[in-house]
């Protein structure tokens, strides 16, 4: 959250190279500091509930998509080539 696709707007060009494995803001270095300075984290869409819960504890696809207190309790680890 904060990242780089959080600055992404509107008319910005976003290369991406999947050979690489690579996906690159095509921004100045300057804008980029600039819109990150200026970056306001959105509202949480939930403050409680499964939603909130969904949100604090799901870990990134990359990861398994787990929920994070789970991970290591059972079964075999998620590699990354498996999803």
Known sequence: MGGTLAIVQNGDWIELDVEKRTLHLDIEDAEM????????PPKPMADRG????YIDHVEQA???ADLD????GSGSKVERDLH
């Open 50 to 53: 499964y939603v909130k819960m």
């Open 69 to 72: 207190f789970l991970v290591g």
């Open 33 to 40: 500091d600039k819109r990150k300075k200026e970056w306001v």
């Open 62 to 64: 990359d990861q398994g």
